[in-house]
């Protein structure tokens, strides 16, 4: 009996070796936007915030509240993508819940847990530090199948030392290495990339209007970011889609690397904690011992083969699993990474 179980098994391994191998390597586009609230995303315009003219312009009031009078108005590809089998996660109206883990709420801190998989309580500043960490695009950038198929295209003149482009070899800003473009450039750089170059596997892009505009304190040009982004994000998806090197293998995430304050009135501008207030108050526009509660809380959308809908559980989902997520969903084991960084989000276990 065992004996002829055995033999009907291994007439079948041909069979399941073809249907688990991943049709012929996966890929992944990342996007960040700077700085985006969930309460934005899911909520959209805060009613009190378009009621200030210090905040929202009377002539945007009119666009804001009619145009974009909802989540779903203001970042339409984004909260398309559960009924295209994917997901989207983090708001807390709906008892989601995810936060940072890093204890500084703002963006060096939170870029590295994003792209390590874990916080690292020495980075306390956003200065231009050579990263000691490794990204899990560094780590892809030496894997074969990987090497030279990495690409990081962002605004922030801060990216080329978070991602460590001396040491990781992974190029930020392709042809203009160094430079601090705008938003515009940036999308369309990351655009021309994927269309041209065809053995790409792993596109991250980082957006930072939506934090530029809400430091500001314009609330109408925050949302226009955020609507922009949106258009933005809908394209590449749509790129990726009508490129058969790309269809069908690729996994979109989109997410932050902080929140924003949840106290009402200007709070929305700033991010970080009391401690990252209380370490270099001179930085912050408003004073508060509190720093800015509620800015640690993210939230994170995601489709393709990578993804499946899953009950995300009661606990807290933190940015520490977007790099295990993200490895996860290129069939890569990420415990050869680091074991370490936390587990990949329930909408990605079991790849
Ligand atoms: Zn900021």
Redesign the pocket.
């Known amino acids: 009996m065992i004996r002829s179980l055995m033999a009907l098994a291994l007439l079948f391994v041909p069979t399941l070796v073809r249907a688990e191998a991943p049709a012929d390597g996966q890929r992944l586009i990342l996007v960040t936007m700077?700085?985006t609230r969930w309460q934005d995303v899911f909520r959209g315009p805060d009613k009190a915030l378009v009621a200030e003219p210090k905040f929202t312009h009377p002539d945007w009031k009119e666009t804001v509240e009619k145009a974009w009078g909802t989540g779903p108005a203001v970042m339409p590809f984004v909260h398309s993508l559960p009924a295209q089998g994917g997901v989207l996660h983090g708001n807390r109206d709906a008892g989601q819940c995810m936060r940072v883990t890093n204890p500084m709420w703002?963006?060096y801190p939170g870029y590295n847990e994003l792209l390590t998989g874990r916080p690292d309580p020495a980075i306390t500043t956003n200065d231009k530090n050579w990263n000691r960490n490794v990204t899990f695009l560094e780590w892809l950038n030496r894997r074969p199948g990987f090497a030279g198929k990495v690409r990081m295209y962002g605004t922030w003149d801060v990216f080329p030392y978070i991602i460590n482009d001396k040491r990781s070899g992974v190029p930020v800003n392709g042809e203009s290495p160094g430079a601090h473009p705008t938003e515009t450039r940036t999308m369309r750089d990351a655009q021309a990339a994927l269309r041209s170059a065809a053995d790409m596997r792993v596109l991250y892009v980082a957006l930072g209007d939506t934090?530029e505009f809400?430091?500001e304190g314009d609330y109408a040009q925050y949302l226009a970011s955020m609507n922009r982004d949106d258009d933005f994000i809908a394209e590449l998806w749509r790129m990726a889609q009508a490129d058969p090197a790309w269809r069908g293998r690729t996994t979109l995430i989109v997410t932050t690397d902080h929140g924003r304050g949840a106290k009402p009135g200007a709070a929305w501008t700033e991010?970080g904690s009391a401690a990252a207030w209380k370490l270099a108050p001179a930085d912050y526009t408003i004073a508060d011992p509190e720093g800015f509660p509620g800015s640690d809380a993210i939230w994170l959308a995601a489709v393709g083969p990578g993804v499946h809908a899953a009950a995300p559980g009661s606990a807290c989902l933190t940015q520490s699993q977007i790099a295990a997520s993200a490895l996860s969903a290129l069939g890569e084991d990420w415990k050869a990474f680091d074991a370490g960084a936390g587990a990949p989000l329930p909408f990605f276990a079991g790849r």
């Open positions: 700077d700085g703002f963006s934090d809400a430091h991010h």
